[in-house]
């Protein structure tokens, strides 16, 4: 399991929603909600973060800056 998928495990739990309910409330396809908590990686960033933007996160690509990590 990664980070995101437990994140969103965790959040929907505490919230007392079953994955149809989060993906209702998303605006998603209950797939969605279940390739996300279980770790796929054939994810839309834009679905994903349809889902976390009812925790107040998204997720935003990678920048690839190698200059910022040279202090």
Request: charged share 25%; net charge positive.
């Amino acid at each position: 399991m990664n980070e995101l998928s437990a994140f969103l495990k965790r959040k929907r739990k505490l919230l007392n929603l079953t994955q149809e309910e989060l993906a209702e409330k998303a605006g998603v396809a209950l797939t969605v909600i279940r390739k996300i908590e279980q770790g796929k990686n054939n994810l839309s960033l834009s679905k994903v973060n349809q889902v976390l933007v009812l925790f107040g996160h998204v997720l935003g690509p990678i920048k690839e800056n190698h200059e910022a990590s040279h202090h």
